[in-house]
């Protein structure tokens, strides 16, 4: 019986900020929208899900040619784009994100935030964007595992058994949400726990394990 959820931030509750990506395509003569930058990360995700040792440069290059950098730009703007948006704090809250969380506690599910960050300031990121506090005002969570705080990243099963202590809760009880196959799925299925792949553009062909277009369409499904 599912009684508490584990949560990626990145790709699930926040996704990079369109008025940050646009103000270093200017640069390169190049704005876009919401879903081509949202676009665009997943296919990254998926990307660096395939590789084992993932070509970092490569991997920028293709997210700018995923926002429409011409090939003469792309290695400048994706490294830009990843230093300055991607591994930074220029992410804003999901499409229903906020509302879905909200929802989520109010039907008396609790929850913890599992992600990975190089900057480690995702709680006060998820503060800021008005997501979740542990404590405060803001939807209430359990804990915000951030692996630069602790020094672990995922696939680790370590981050979610570290959620798992502060939710007072057992994996067979917890099922975790995230954008990567890598990262989340597997450091979810190691620790024991169900893992829930959001994955909007179906690009995972894995049916081992269970999908979901959003975290809006996840918690609609999961308290019905």
């Known amino acids: 019986m599912i009684r508490a959820v584990t949560i990626d931030a990145h790709g699930v509750l ?38 084992v040792a993932p070509d970092w440069p490569a991997m920028n290059r293709s997210f700018a040619e995923a926002l429409g950098v011409g090939p003469w730009d792309q290695e400048v703007a994706g490294s830009i784009l990843a230093e300055c948006v991607y591994l930074g704090t220029s992410w804003i809250p999901a499409p229903g994100a906020t509302a879905a969380l909200a929802h989520l506690v109010e039907c008396g599910f609790r929850a913890a935030v599992v992600s990975n960050t190089v900057h480690g300031e995702l709680a006060g990121l998820l503060s800021r964007s008005g997501m979740c506090e542990v404590g405060g005002e803001l939807s209430p969570v359990a804990a915000i595992i951030d692996s630069h705080v ?75």
Not at 17 to 26: E, K, Q, W
Not at 35 to 46: L, S
Not at 199 to 206: Q, R
Request: charged share 25%.
């Open 150 to 224: 602790i020094g672990i990243e995922k696939p680790d099963p370590r981050p979610f058994q570290l959620a798992l202590e502060a939710l007072g809760e057992t994996a067979a009880n917890v099922v975790h949400v995230g954008d990567s196959l890598h990262s989340d799925v597997v450091g979810a299925l190691g620790a024991g726990m169900t893992a829930v792949h959001i994955d909007p553009l179906n690009l995972c062909d894995d049916h081992r394990h269970e999908h979901s277009s959003s975290f809006e369409d996840f918690v609609s499904d999961l308290v019905k």
């Open 14 to 51: 926040l996704l990079p900020d369109p008025t940050a990506i646009n103000s270093f395509l200017a640069q390169f003569s190049r704005q876009t929208d919401e879903e081509t930058c949202w676009k665009a990360h997943y296919r990254m995700v998926r990307l660096l899900d395939l590789e």
